[in-house]
Nanobody
Framework: VQLQASGGGLVQAGGSLRLSCVAS????????MGWFRQAPGKEREFVST????????YYADSVKGRFTISRDNAKNTVYLQMNRLRPEDTAVYYC????????????????WGQGTLVTVSS
């Protein structure tokens, strides 16, 4: 599966952005999807994941209540709506696909897309 993320940009603190990730290849609905991020000088960290059918979602504590993950299987797309953005959300955001359905925030993907940069100014 190939993943193409988009939607990053520069936004002021308190603002919103929506990231999109389009998948091509094998049946999209057979993959769990997720978002990770990597800030400058830091390791990549989990942000959110969603199950095959979209009924289960998990979030990192740092984004819970501000970010919402969703998917449209008809469009082979997963989204990350990011509200009330903070400067510490600044990072390159990566989408991932995995054959295992998530059961916790410890989910990890098998396939990765290129990142999209999100910069939040104070």
């Amino acid at each position: 599966v190939q993943l193409q993320a988009s939607g990053g940009g520069l936004v002021q603190a308190g603002g919103s952005l929506r990231l999109s990730c389009v998948a091509s290849g094998r049946a999209f609905s057979s993959y769990a999807m997720g978002w990770f991020r990597q800030a400058p000088g830091k390791e990549r960290e989990f942000v959110s994941t969603i199950s095959w059918g979209g009924s289960r979602t998990y979030y990192a504590d740092s984004v819970k209540g501000r970010f919402t993950i969703s998917r449209d299987n008809a469009k082979n797309t997963v989204y990350l709506q990011m509200n009330r953005l903070r400067p510490e959300d600044t990072a390159v955001y990566y989408c991932a696909a995995g054959s295992r359905n998530p059961t916790s925030v410890n989910w990890r993907g098998d396939y990765w897309g290129q990142g999209t940069l999100v910069t939040v100014s104070s």
